[in-house]
Each structure stands twice: as C-alpha cells, then as structure tokens.
C-alpha cells in the first residue's frame, strides 16, 4: 500500500530554517497535484503551500516570502524550504499528493502521517 512519507521536521530557534521533504513509499504512475497543510493545537488543518504538476504554486498569505514549495518529478518528491520561522509555524506538518498508483487507476489523495515543527526559544 502507497504511503506518503515525510522527514525534515525538528526544533528550531525563531528566524531559523527547515526544509521538510515527502515522497510516496512505493512505486507508483503518476503524481499529480502536492502540497503541504499544517495543523497546530486546537487548530484546524490549513493549507500552506501547493505545486501544480507543471510547477505552478500557491501559497498561504502567512508564509509567502519565507516558505518556497518545490519538487522533484523524477523522484516524486515534493519539499519545503521554510525560512524565517516563527514560533506562530509550529505545527505538525502534513503531505498531500493526488497521485495515481497503477496506470488505469483513479486519482486518489494520499496523506502523509505528519512531521513536527516546533519553533522556539
């Protein structure tokens, strides 16, 4: 079974930075849309930032200027490169990949089991 696996979370001082990567476990078709959500204490899951298959982007008013989504479509790996983190980013971090697995299968959401970015001093 396809799983989204993330890494790159941690502890971090305010105004540091963190790059956070995610990639499907197994072999699959294709990738499609990915992005990256986050959900901190008594909050709901808000999105942060998307890549489009063609590499278009968008990004939450919260994080634009610090936070750039990239990927790597030979890998299947999408990134996060989160500069200039402040305490208000901790959060666990969540993958999101519409991907399909086997050629002829629908395209289905997968999501990640999230990483954990804590900032602080």
């Known amino acids: 079974q396809v799983q989204l696996v993330e890494s790159g979370g941690g502890l971090v001082q305010p105004g540091e930075s963190l790059k956070l990567s995610c990639a499907p476990s197994?072999?699959?078709?294709?990738?499609?849309?990915m992005g990256w959500y986050r959900q901190a204490p008594g909050n709901q899951r808000e999105l942060v930032a998307t890549?489009?298959?063609?590499?278009?982007?968008n990004y939450a008013d919260s994080v634009k200027g610090r936070f750039t989504i990239s990927r790597d479509n030979a890998k299947n790996t999408v990134y996060l490169q989160m500069n200039s983190l402040k305490p208000e980013d901790a959060a666990v971090y969540y993958c999101?990949?519409?991907?399909?697995?086997?050629?002829?299968?629908?395209?289905?959401?997968?999501w990640g089991q999230g990483t954990q970015v804590t900032v602080s001093s």
């Open positions: 197994g072999s699959i078709s294709s990738v499609y849309f």
């Open positions: 999101n990949a519409n991907l399909r697995v086997r050629t002829g299968d629908v395209v289905r959401a997968y």
């Open positions: 890549i489009t298959k063609d590499g278009t982007t």
